[in-house]
């Protein structure tokens, strides 16, 4: 069975059409990279995936269990059984400017109450180590780095045990110097077989650490094959110029 199945979605704003009936699988341990041309709708279908957008049509599924079947939302307890699945990392962060490094990361299962303190904060402290910020644990945000910033992001999303995680453009808002050390948490989270669904502008990353890539454009899925045969042999004249652009 697919981790996540979506099927016909569709969302629009007004009477501008964002998503334009989208559908593809992700399976356990996929690494899958959505690329495409800014404005072409990646964001809003990652977005809705985890109901920060409510779409309009069209159906979500994650381990079987539905979050929108053909349109119709399923009742709020389900929705938050079905969103706990996945984390998010942003493009901007998205840490709270007033809580230490630590604070960010322990804040959300804190306030869930599944597990004790001694359990959250020992998750806490493994996950610094692991992207390389132990020694950063009492610092606010306003004292890092853009790449630091992001990396405790990632680790945030991870303390609540996604199954799933999704990444909006993860390393766009950063200086080129600092794309590099978010990319190596990443590829370490491939490694581990994390299912993860990635927007990014970073072909590189999509090439060397994707098993499946995505092209979209105009709202739609033009293309969609592992990264060796969509980056040498693309099908459509809109792959080939998006690519020939972008790998310039």
Do not use: C, W
């Not at 989208?22 to 996929?30: A, L, T």
């Not at 939302?73 to 998010?88: A, F, H, L």
């Not at 990443?186 to 994707?210: D, R, S």
């Amino acid at each position: 069975m697919a981790m996540i199945e979506v099927s016909s979605l569709k969302k629009s704003f007004g009477k501008l059409e964002v998503l334009k009936d989208i559908s593809f699988k992700v399976n356990k341990n996929d690494v899958v990279a959505v690329i495409g041309p800014s404005g072409s709708g990646k964001s809003t279908m990652l977005r809705g995936l985890i109901h920060l957008e409510e779409i309009n049509g069209g159906t979500i599924r994650v381990e079987g269990d539905y979050l929108v079947k053909e349109g119709i939302y399923s009742k709020p307890q389900e929705i938050k059984k079905v969103t706990s699945k996945m984390g998010m990392v942003f493009q901007h962060f998205n840490l709270f400017p007033h809580l230490t490094v630590k604070e960010n990361l322990e804040i959300a299962p804190k306030l869930a109450k599944n597990e004790s303190t001694e359990t959250i904060e020992k998750r806490s402290r493994e996950l610094l180590k692991k992207i390389g910020m132990a020694d950063k644990d009492t610092a606010y945000p306003a004292k890092l780095s853009g790449g630091q910033k992001q990396r405790v992001a990632i680790a945030r999303a991870l303390m609540m045990n996604p199954e799933i995680l999704l990444f909006d453009e993860p390393t766009s808002a950063l200086d080129p110097e600092l794309t590099g050390e978010v990319l190596e948490v990443m590829k370490e989270l491939a490694k581990e077989q994390m299912t993860m669904i990635v927007v990014t502008h970073e072909m590189g990353f999509a090439k060397e650490v994707a098993n499946k890539a995505i092209f979209m454009d105009n709202g739609e899925i033009i293309e969609s094959a592992p990264p060796s045969e969509l980056f040498t042999n693309p099908k459509f004249e809109r792959t080939k110029a998006f690519l020939h652009r972008s790998l310039k």
